[in-house]
């Protein structure tokens, strides 16, 4: 798939609460769902991807016949990559992806509460939000990444995924500063 960094577009919020209903039908009782990823921070750049995070307690009680019945492709991911200098455990990385074709092309990444993973891209969402300057950064840096790598994902990830790591680094020290606490589903 090739990669194409769009301007922001004003429907992704509009998009993802369409999503929002349907997912939550097939999630586990105590689910709560959030939008995250660049189509989360207005004015950002972004791949035409809704990203969402189910937050559920307990992954085992996420059931993937019912997101295979209602058309969503289930993806080999079940861990996300572990920052560098980090030791983390394996279960603050786990999760269930799934990709969502209709009505628009969507990632729901399913993961457990408290878990690193599930408070990473919140974090990271927020701070960005609060932080123009590094958003417009980020976005520079995509779409330069995307235009030296359009067709290979591999490459576009082996350099994209370090630096949102050195964003996560300041992001952990903004949240503790300003006393950062998980936002209410969108």
């Known amino acids: 798939m090739q990669i194409i960094i769009t301007p922001a577009q004003k429907s992704w919020p509009r998009d993802f609460q369409h999503l ?5 039908t097939l999630s586990p009782p105590g689910a709560y769902i959030h939008h995250i990823g660049s189509t989360a921070v207005p004015d950002l750049a972004a791949k035409d991807i809704i990203d969402i995070q189910i937050t559920v307690d307990d992954l085992t009680a996420v059931d993937p016949a019912g997101f295979l019945a209602a058309g969503h492709r289930q993806s ?5 990559h572990c920052p560098p200098g980090m030791d983390l455990a394996p279960a603050d990385l786990a999760k269930h992806l799934f990709v969502v074709l209709t009505p628009r092309r969507a990632h729901v990444h399913i993961r457990r509460r408290g878990a690193f993973n599930q ?3 919140l974090i990271c ?6 932080h123009p300057v590094t958003a417009k950064a980020y976005e520079q840096i995509k779409q330069r990444l995307a235009a030296f790598f359009p067709e290979d994902q ?16 300041g992001a952990m020290e903004w949240a ?8 209410a589903p969108d």
């Open 76 to 80: 080999e991911h079940t861990s996300d």
């Open 176 to 183: 503790t500063r300003v006393n950062w606490t998980e936002a």
């Open 119 to 121: 408070q990473f891209p």
């Open 125 to 130: 969402r927020d701070y960005l939000r609060s």
């Open 154 to 169: 591999d490459a576009y990830y082996d350099i994209k995924d370090p630096v949102f790591d050195i964003i996560h680094e």
């Open 20 to 24: 929002k209903a349907e997912l939550l």
